[in-house]
């Protein structure tokens, strides 16, 4: 015995495979719509009011559920359960997936962060030139210099690792306001470098260092109006 | 034995014959002996669209015994190996075919030996349609875009499933069959052939088992002739999702074939089409639906439930 309409599942409703991607399920839910819809060509005379009503308010139920990634993930689990379709194998890279154009960063951030963190700590932590460096209220350029050298970081390690170009990153250590760049970068920059070299807390010692270079900004202001 | 292929389409006026011909030519010219047969009984005109504008013989010689073969009534054409029954100067009842004459008709199509057969079926639905349809699992509906013409191509389907189910139930127990649907389903349900064989399955599970494994068996295409430039080209992709998915019934997309209307001059000037504009995008479409009927899948049906 065949199934009529209202027993297929979703993804036979939407006639898509139950694999496909979200995209794909909003095609088939338009290319059902046109079929279906009142006035449509392909569906002309083929049914009553009634059961014209009946089959869009299950094409639209059938979107609703696919459509969102929680109820179809539930609904998968229910059909898997019933041995409709194959349990939806775990997928491992979503290669083939677009990916979306404001995840992209978010991506990149959540990347792990240097192997060697934990000796970083570590070091950090027993070091007292930077406990003193680092308690100081004031922060510059030469004071981040001095801590990286402590730590044994080479210029050219951060810059490849936070992807700040490294004539930044020498200016930001031999305070030359001058060639800084905006200071909305530079507070980004800056908080890279922090970050990779494990120091904490990252937000207060920005903003430290932010304030040092504003005040050297202004002394420089001021000696140039002399 | 040859492959037979019916050509219907429900209303008058999508192209039927035309596309006969055009197929028949198509099928002439790759060399298999191909016969094109006007059943369109009492308002025959293939003969016209092959070239044979006034044909010695034709199918009533048969009916009429006048010839004791059918193959006695094929003229030839101008084309290579394409012949032609024509249904021209028939007598002015042959449109309601007895029962009998038709039985006969049919046994004698199934033994002509040909490559490859077409049969140019009328509009309409009368049972005359449906038998010579259901002939072959290989038949073919046309229809164009417009509404009425889809309307009516659900129609002759659905028609032609009905005719399916009757052969085999008597009188009385289709009628019953009928009446319990119509309980079940409420009123609207006697025209529905889907319906009909959820109650078979119901009450007579055996002859439901045979029915579906011949509907299974069905090879039915659609072709969508006349598209429009504005036309949907998916249409009938469409129309066949429709009949797979509500009517359990499987019919195969064959292309659409667009509208021109140098088709209407050719016919004027009474010249094959795709001999005066081979170049056509619609030629082109012909070609490519004459390709998919050279290779036939299903069997030609036996009569024994005629």
Known sequence: MRKSFAELNYYEMLDVSPTAAAFEIRQAYGTALQIYRTGSAASHSFFTEAERREILSLVEKAYRTLADELTRKAYDDELASRGEIDRPAQAGPDAKKPVGIFNISRVRDRQPVPANQESLKSKIRESERISELTARSSLSGAGLKEIREELGVAIAQIAQATKVRQDHLVNIEEDRVERLPAAIFLKGFVKSYLKYLCLEPVEELSARYMETIARLLRREGAQEQE | ?306
């Open chain 2, 1 to 306: 034995m040859a492959h037979i292929w019916p050509i219907g389409g429900g209303k008058g006026g999508s192209g039927k014959s035309f596309i006969t011909s055009s197929l028949g030519r198509l099928s002439a010219g790759l060399g298999r002996k191909t016969l094109v047969i006007d059943l369109d009984l009492g308002a025959a005109n293939l003969h016209t669209l092959v070239g044979v504008p006034y044909p010695s013989k034709s199918l009533s010689d048969f009916l009429q015994k006048k010839t004791e073969r059918l193959d006695d009534t094929v003229v030839e054409t101008p084309f290579e190996n394409l012949f032609l029954i024509s249904g021209a100067q028939d007598h002015f009842a042959i449109a309601n075919l007895p029962h009998e004459q038709k039985v006969k008709t049919m046994r004698a199509i199934m033994k002509l030996d040909y490559d490859c057969i077409l049969l140019d079926l009328g509009a309409g639905t009368s049972f005359n349609t449906l038998d010579f349809f259901l002939i072959s699992q290989n038949g073919i509906f046309i229809t164009t875009p417009e509404p009425t013409s889809i309307e009516n191509v659900y129609r002759l389907i659905r028609s032609v499933y009905f005719r399916r189910i009757r052969y085999g139930f008597s009188v009385s127990q289709f009628k019953a069959l009928e009446e319990e649907a119509i309980e079940q389903f409420g009123e609207g349900a006697s025209g529905r052939p889907e319906f009909m064989m959820n109650v078979i399955a119901r009450d007579y599970p055996e002859r439901f088992r045979e029915l579906q494994k011949d509907f299974d068996a069905f090879r039915f295409r659609l072709i969508i002739n006349q598209l429009h430039r504005r036309d949907n080209p998916a249409l009938g992709a469409h129309v066949c999702r429709i009949i797979e998915k509500h009517m359990n019934l499987h019919v195969e997309f064959m292309g659409n074939v667009s509208y021109d209307d140098h088709v209407h001059d050719a016919i004027c000037q009474q010249v094959s089409y795709l001999d005066r504009y081979p170049y056509t995008k619609t030629a082109g479409e012909l070609r490519a639906a004459g390709r998919q009927i050279f290779q036939p899948a299903g069997r030609q049906l036996m009569l024994q439930y005629v």
